[in-house]
C-alpha cells in the first residue's frame, strides 16, 4: 500500500510540473505599424498631430540655421567704406550703403548714422532697439 501511495506521488508531481510547462505563456511581437494602429481612433489622431509637428520643428530649425548663417556673414569692406564715408562727410552715402546691405550690422550702424549730433546716449539706445 506504501508502495502504490509512492508511485502516485511521483505521477503527480510529473503532471504537476508539466501543467506549469503549459502555462508559460509565449511572448506577443508587436511591429510599430501594429503598435500605431491599435491605438484607435484617438491614439491615430495623437499620432498625426505628433508628426505633423514634429515635421514643423525640423522645418524652424532648419529655416532658423540658414537664416543665422546668413546674417553671421560679415563684409570686411562695409566698416572700411563706412568709415571712409563718414570721414570724407558724405553721411547720405554711409546711410544709403547700409540701406543696401541686408545685414543686422547694417541696420544698426544707420540707426547711428541717422543719430550723429545727438548725445551719445540717444545713439546707443537707438542702436540696443535696432539690434
Given at each position: ?13 510529473d503532471?504537476?510540473?508539466t ?47 540658414f537664416?543665422?548663417?546668413?546674417a ?60
Amino acid at each position: 500500500m506504501i508502495k502504490s501511495l509512492l508511485l502516485q506521488i511521483n505521477v503527480a508531481a510529473d503532471s504537476t510540473s508539466t501543467a506549469v510547462q503549459e502555462i508559460v505563456p509565449q511572448e506577443k511581437t508587436l511591429s510599430i505599424w501594429e503598435l500605431v494602429s491599435s491605438g484607435g481612433v484617438g491614439g491615430g489622431i495623437i499620432m498625426i498631430t505628433l508628426l505633423i509637428l514634429s515635421i514643423l520643428a525640423v522645418y524652424i530649425i532648419v529655416e532658423r540655421f540658414f537664416a543665422i548663417r546668413t546674417a553671421s556673414k560679415e563684409d570686411v569692406n562695409f566698416m572700411n567704406q563706412i568709415k571712409d564715408f563718414i570721414l570724407d562727410g558724405k553721411i547720405d552715402a554711409a546711410k544709403s550703403l547700409c540701406k543696401t546691405k541686408t545685414s543686422p550690422v547694417a541696420k544698426m550702424i544707420e540707426k547711428g548714422i541717422s543719430r550723429i549730433g545727438k548725445p551719445l546716449s540717444d545713439i546707443g539706445t537707438a542702436v540696443e532697439n535696432t539690434g
